[in-house]
């Protein structure tokens, strides 16, 4: 039951945060920052993981070329955007906000994989809001996740989550890509993850965003792997986060027939305490 959780981690991606591509943007964040009030009002603890930086910085360097955008440039926008993506978040709260950047070594190294444990357990004790992304201006090819759907589980693990949300711009997972296929059907409920699911061809088709659902999977997989629940849920729909509070699996009404507009990857429902093995 939600409800019962006493930490989550949420992940927010680009196409939310910085819809246009070129700066960020509270305009689709209000229901997910009144969620996480909610959440904290009911004394559930929330990380924040937030895409962003990208494309916030991306307004800075009008002279490039968007299909063009080397590696280098890449790390340079995330560095001039960050501030703004931390911002933007911290302008709807009347709480403290810190940001968080890491890669995947922080993660895989077990003594500063304990450390970003402590570190967000510390500020979570004192009422403040982590927001996580990962370090784009110093990450390498053997050094990066990737995409912030594994880093958000992974962080799950290393704050013992008992939930994971990833909010995304489709109502949950669905056979295939809904955007370009009518006859895609909704899974609104996975119990195990098969060679189906992971090879399910279901990439970004945002010019922001760096995962997919295929990515959403993959976290999903590993969240549960260490009994945490996972939810995929629209995050433009304010009623979906309500409902999730209420302990239901929020609908969606349509002229012909009622949908889920949330999957949940069962996982176990069982609060557990931190301290998870580091990811590899």
Known sequence: MFSSFKRVVLKVGSALIAPSGSGCSPHKLFPIAQFIIDCRQRGIEVVLVSSGSIAAGKRHFPKIDSADVSITMKKAMAAAGQAEMVSTWDKLFDFATCQILLTHGDLRDPERYASVSSTIDETLKHGILPIVNENDTITTDKLKVGDND????????????????????????????????????????????????????????????????????????????????????????????????????PEQSSFHQKVQSTTKIIGSDTPHAPGRACCK
Request: include cysteine.
């Open 150 to 249: 594994n880093l958000a589980a992974m962080v799950s693990a290393a704050v013992g989550a008992d939930a994971l949300i990833l909010c995304t711009d489709v109502d949950g997972l669905y056979s295939a890509n809904p955007k370009d296929n009518p006859d895609a059907k909704h899974i609104p409920e996975v119990r195990s993850i098969t060679d189906s699911l992971r090879n399910l061809d279901m990439r970004t088709t945002n010019s922001v965003g760096t995962g997919g659902m295929a990515t959403k999977v993959q976290a999903a997989e590993k969240a549960i792997a260490n009994g945490i629940a996972t939810y995929i849920i629209h995050g433009e729909q304010a009623d979906s986060f309500p409902a999730l509070l209420r302990n239901e699996n």
